[in-house]
């Protein structure tokens, strides 16, 4: 607890974290006062979501957590573990970006568009937050050079973001001549980007907008079931890179 406080409280007080908090809470009071209709403003702020917070997220974290190795090396010496050591530093980071992204965001939704749907956009960025930051702690033990890892994490963020559509529409298109309705949910699972993007538009009620794919989803995940079906592949996206990192991490020669 005293490493997470340390790590969140210097965080709290660093120039990106307010800078990036600022701009989300701008661009969420512009956009949710522009216009009365407010499906129209969460739509808006679901695509800054996507395609901002992961971004930020692992390359911040990425870099944070390679320019701290001789605060980590110092904590090293110390009669601590290097699992409670390494996870310290992810949650107080996490957090960090985690209230960044809740002031930023959640607040002027909450106040201007409150209910289920601005509900779940947070809960979306939250998730994606602490996501893209797990990914990040593992490219951080991945690599040893600071320059390939921010490489590594600069492509990791536009495959998931960008990339990742272009290839699931050309595996639509490909196989759309045999039933591939169950396969595609699954391959959706393999990116929390596109988990979020759908979740968050299948409480919007504007499913019908994504054609038949989103047809396909409302029918498989518009139910509490596939609620608790996508939320459980995003926690999944968390606890996956962080078992893999403590594993790597303490076999790794510092």
């Known amino acids: 607890m005293k490493i997470i406080k340390y790590v969140l409280l210097d965080l709290v007080r660093n120039k990106i974290i307010l800078v990036y908090m600022l701009i989300l809470a701008a661009l969420a009071l512009s956009i949710l006062s522009l216009d009365n209709n407010t499906?129209?403003?969460?739509?808006?702020?679901?695509?800054?979501?996507?395609?901002f917070v992961p971004l930020i997220s692992i390359?911040?974290?990425?870099?944070?957590f390679f320019n701290s190795i001789e605060f980590t090396e110092l904590l090293l010496a110390l009669p601590?573990?290097?699992?409670r050591l390494l996870l310290s530093e992810y949650w107080g980071?996490?957090?960090s970006?985690?209230?960044?992204?809740?002031?930023?965001i959640g607040l002027p939704v909450l106040i201007l568009a409150p209910g289920t749907a601005g509900v779940i956009l947070i809960v979306c960025g939250l998730l994606l937050t602490l996501i893209f930051s797990a990914l990040a702690l593992l490219v951080f033990v991945w690599f040893k050079d600071k320059t390939k890892g921010i490489g590594a994490s600069i492509i990791i963020a536009l495959f998931f973001t960008l990339l990742f559509d272009g290839l699931l529409m050309i595996f639509i298109y490909s196989f759309s001549d045999y039933p591939i309705d169950k396969p595609i949910v699954a391959i959706i699972a393999l990116n929390p980007v596109d988990l979020a993007r759908v979740f968050m538009l299948l409480h919007l009620d504007v499913a019908v907008l994504m054609g038949y794919s989103g047809a396909l989803?409302?029918?498989?995940l518009g139910t509490s079931a596939g609620s608790i079906?996508?939320?459980?592949?995003m926690v999944l996206w968390i606890v996956g890179p962080l078992w893999l990192s403590v594993r790597l991490f303490r076999k790794k020669d510092l």
Not at 39 to 51: A, M, T
């Open 229 to 233: 079906f996508t939320i459980s592949c």
């Open 59 to 64: 390359l911040f974290s990425t870099i944070y």
């Open 80 to 83: 601590l573990g290097r699992r």
């Open 39 to 51: 499906s129209k403003g969460l739509l808006s702020l679901l695509d800054i979501s996507l395609l």
């Open 97 to 104: 970006l985690c209230i960044a992204y809740a002031i930023g």
């Open 93 to 95: 980071l996490s957090f």
């Open 217 to 220: 989803f409302k029918k498989l």
